[in-house]
């Protein structure tokens, strides 16, 4: 059973001069930075800045024309994403939710990565399949009650609210048992109370999982709570970087974001 939470500190990820092309356009120009281990890194720009493009990178969606990525020792820039995600980055999508199953069924898809055990011998029932089987069940229930879907582990997705769908994503993500978890505008669409309810969700599971966790996120309150550290990016550049009360007073952040305005709460 591979169960993480007791491990070492994640190993640091490193983003180095990166860059990708799409036809004549710069979606990111040589664009580094550091996610310290443990810590809530923030990727923020206005709305084509190069946010999603830089994840696409990190999980192996998209290779870039120059550049590295390192996790720990280990080059993740031309490993498919799923050798990136065993490797222990795992990533939520921005507009995927699911709707099929139970809870209960998604997390076991999140476990799927990690199951030793052959075809033949799940089918067969043997025991250590089962007790295989049984010991991830009750991983994916605790990750279920780390992001507050405890009481809903064997409902149908469908009936669930909003709110609580899009969590569905974020537990099925930490059931890979990640050491770097990007988050992909985990509160886009919510109401207050259920943006509250995951920022509260992903503090805890940021301290009680130690893991690093990579954040794209336009709620500004959300960031400026979470981020341990912000990059600012704009049209591409990285233009700042620093604690968010650094970048909020940045006077190039200021500009990129409504002319002259600071990136205020819930500012998009
Ligand atoms: N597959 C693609 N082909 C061509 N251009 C692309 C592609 N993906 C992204 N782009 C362009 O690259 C730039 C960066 O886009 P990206 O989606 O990374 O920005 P973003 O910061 O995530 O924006 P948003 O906040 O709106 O999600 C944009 O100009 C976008 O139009």
């Known amino acids: 059973m591979t169960d993480r939470t007791t491990a070492a500190p994640p190993p640091v990820l490193d983003v180095r001069d990166v860059t990708v092309r799409f036809a004549g356009l710069t979606a990111l120009d040589g664009v580094s930075f550091t996610v310290t281990p443990g810590s809530v890194h923030a990727l923020i720009g206005p709305n084509g800045a190069g946010k999603s493009t830089c994840f696409n990178v990190l999980s192996g969606l998209c290779r870039p024309a120059a550049g590295t990525v390192t996790l720990g020792g280990t080059e993740l820039t031309r490993l498919a994403p799923h050798r990136i995600a065993v490797l222990g980055v795992a990533r939520t999508f921005q507009n995927i939710v699911t709707t099929h199953g139970t809870v209960a069924d998604n997390l076991m898809l999140g476990r799927h990565a990690l199951t030793g055990a052959g075809f033949a011998a799940t089918a067969l029932r043997l025991p250590s399949a089962v007790r295989e089987q049984r010991e991830h069940l009750e991983r994916a229930r605790e990750i279920a ?42 509160v886009a669409g919510m109401n207050a109370a259920e943006r509250a ?23 500004m309150g959300l960031v400026m709570r979470l981020a341990d550290d912000v990059t600012v990016l704009d049209f591409g550049r990285r233009i700042a970087h620093g604690t968010p009360d650094e970048v909020r007073q940045d006077p190039e952040v200021l500009r990129a974001y409504l002319g002259t305005d600071a990136p205020g709460e819930d500012a998009a």
Do not use: Q
């Open 197 to 219: 309810r995951t920022a509260e969700a992903v503090g805890e599971l940021r301290a009680e999982l130690g893991l690093s966790i990579v954040l794209v996120e336009h709620d």
């Open 145 to 186: 009650e780390l992001t507050g879907l405890g009481a809903h582990f064997d409902s149908p997705v469908a009936l669930l609210p909003y709110g609580d769908r899009k969590r569905v994503e974020l537990a099925r993500a930490l059931c890979l048992e990640p050491r770097v978890l990007l988050l992909d505008e985990p």
